[in-house]
Nanobody
Framework: QVQLVESGGGLVQAGGSLRLSCAASGSILRLNTMDWYRQAPGNQRELVASITRDTRIDYADSVKGRFTISRDDDKNAVYLQMNSLKPEDTAVYYC???????????????WGQGTLVTVSS
């Protein structure tokens, strides 16, 4: 019904930048709030950034000032610009839609498959 597909991950040196993209497809009425999560090996999945429909934004303390979340509702897309990357940012990054509206009466929670970001020291 609804798919989230991330792209843009890869290997980068510390101090470098990457831009992650999340493309939503399917029978989407409205994306609503969208999030980026990450999960490092051996760690729990953690919220990195969140953006509402009216572009209210929250960031994890660990990424404030370095990461920027944005959205393009015309394209059903969400982005995460990551600057000044550190080795501790290494993780699989997931796009998440907690309440994607597929009709006036129905919302779905959807996760992407994840994209790996590796930051070398």
């Amino acid at each position: 019904q609804v798919q989230l597909v991330e792209s843009g991950g890869g290997l980068v040196q510390a101090g470098g930048s990457l831009r992650l993209s999340c493309a939503a497809s399917g029978s989407i009425l409205r994306l609503n709030t969208m999030d980026w999560y990450r999960q490092a090996p051996g760690n729990q999945r953690e919220l990195v950034a969140s953006i509402t429909r009216d572009t209210r934004i929250d960031y994890a303390d660990s990424v404030k000032g370095r990461f920027t979340i944005s959205r393009d509702d015309d394209k059903n897309a969400v982005y995460l610009q990551m600057n000044s990357l550190k080795p501790e940012d290494t993780a699989v990054y997931y796009c998440h839609g907690p309440r994607i509206a597929v009709s006036v009466w129905r919302n779905l929670e959807v996760w992407g498959q994840g994209t790996l970001v590796t930051v070398s020291s």
